[in-house]
């Protein structure tokens, strides 16, 4: 057995699972053990964008964690970050 923490965060609420799991666990299997979307129902663990340690993972379901890692689930852009800068610069001139 290993231990992994699942997390996510809204502006108003974090939350860092532990979870106890098999070795070979992958990130999706590791964020379904947590239980972490019956904390936060609007997440889709299937379909959510995942990361170890703020590195992206291309496919969840194939990635083995290792002891100790931490499976960020992340939440969509609302805006993309290039339009961002550019509101902002917008405003300052």
Known sequence: MIQV???????DKQEIVPVKA???VTALEAAKLSGIADIFPEIDVDATDMGVFGKVIKDPATHELREGDRVELYRPLR???KQARLNRAKKKA
């Open 22 to 24: 098999p070795e070979g």
């Open 5 to 11: 923490e699942v997390a996510y965060a809204r502006p």
């Open 79 to 81: 805006i993309d970050p």
